[in-house]
């Protein structure tokens, strides 16, 4: 009987939510005795959250390589990154890189792989916001260029790849589902948040308003302030963990917030508030999601979102400032929505993920 191969696998993150997203597929590396993962740590996002209680809270394996590349403009980033990872990949010789997302950590190790000739797996590949302004629009597309598999979190995102024609390249792409969903799943069986402790309403819906496009526009900000109001007094309590950018701005053009407001939380206290909640109100990109995951209509403070499947199935509405707030949110309460549809998967996207990963380098 011959021997199993062994592989051995790179994964590269920078950011928090990479963090919680890697931890998932971790997971699943970690069922077969023949993988051996090695995680490099950008330092991109420098956080001091990162504490050893939040790998031991959230199972997620520490960073072998820590490269604390962080506030540096864009090219110096991205090119310390380059150097980094090539010497660690030299040293390593792994059979494969695995990347995520799309931030400068993302482009920085899809190409040093890809030039020293190392598979690379692109994990969220084809998402696309139609915004070349954005610096992660231009990480995504060039990283799904250069990617050999692409795992795609949804129809829609393969949908992207074909009009661009990366479908008919030498890549493969995969529709595996979303590693947001398994997360979610994950950490919400996991969770002993005391929800006595976050003081809540019996009844309330859950916001989060921190995006710079409405938190730096004091007419966008006073507007949907003002709706938010109104939502609080007139239909149902609405509970805002407050960020502090947030209320810098609001203390700064005084304007008076009604709503009953929190200290941040973290992950698991926000998963708390998500099953717990009639409704969200978010200008975050992944709140959307995970509203979804946990069977919540959501509306969106936002001109666009990259998650167009949930507009269309009627699960999100976006808003504009304009918008009668109080109205929206009436109407989607009242509304009948059908979240038994496969969106972004049951919960096994880091299964398929390590399962084509594992087809792949045996060939």
């Not at 393969?158 to 030498?170: D, Q, R």
């Not at 710079?212 to 963990?241: S, Y």
């Not at 998967?345 to 060939?363: Q, R």
Request: hydrophobic share 40%.
């Amino acid at each position: 009987m011959s021997e199993m191969k062994s592989y051995k696998i790179v994964t590269v993150v920078g950011a928090r939510p990479q963090f919680v997203k890697a931890a998932v597929v971790s997971r699943a590396f970690s069922q077969f005795n023949n993988i051996e993962e090695i995680i490099i740590h950008t330092g991109q996002h420098f956080d001091p959250n990162m504490s050893d209680v939040f790998f031991t809270e959230m199972n997620i394996p520490k960073p072998k390589h820590n490269l604390d590349i962080h506030g540096v403009g864009h090219g110096a980033m991205t090119g310390r990154m380059l150097e980094g990872i090539e010497q660690i990949l030299l040293d390593e010789k792994p059979d494969m890189m695995l990347v995520y997302g799309d931030t400068n950590s993302t482009i920085a190790g899809a190409l040093a792989a890809k030039k020293i000739h190392i598979p690379v797996g692109h994990v969220e590949a084809g998402l696309r916001s139609f915004n070349m302004e954005m610096p992660e629009e231009i990480n995504r597309i060039l990283t799904d260029r250069i990617s050999d598999i692409l795992f795609c979190p949804t129809d829609n995102a393969i949908e992207n790849l074909e009009k661009e024609g990366v479908a008919n390249t030498s890549s493969q792409v995969v529709r595996t589902g979303d590693v947001m969903c398994d997360a979610a799943y994950y950490y919400a069986e996991n969770s002993t948040v005391d929800g006595a402790k976050l003081g809540l309403p019996n009844e309330f819906l859950v916001c989060t308003l921190h995006r710079a496009e409405n938190t730096d526009d004091p007419n966008r900000l006073k507007a949907f302030v003002e709706g938010l109001n109104k939502v609080h007094h007139e239909v149902c309590p609405v509970v805002l963990p407050l960020h502090p950018r947030t209320k810098q701005k609001l203390d700064q053009h005084n304007i008076k917030l009604e709503v009953q407001t929190i200290d941040p939380v973290g992950y698991f206290e926000m998963i708390y508030l998500l099953e717990n909640c009639k409704l969200v109100l978010t200008d975050s990109g992944g709140l959307q999601k995970e509203a979804f995951f946990f069977k919540k209509p959501c509306i969106t403070m936002r001109d666009q979102t990259e998650w167009v499947e949930l507009v269309k199935g009627g699960f999100n509405q976006l808003v504009s400032p304009s918008d009668n707030l109080k109205d929206k949110v009436k109407e989607l309460l009242n509304a009948e929505i059908n979240f038994n549809v496969d969106l972004y998967g049951k919960g096994h996207a880091g299964e398929e993920i390590v399962k084509h990963i594992v087809d792949y380098l045996s060939k």
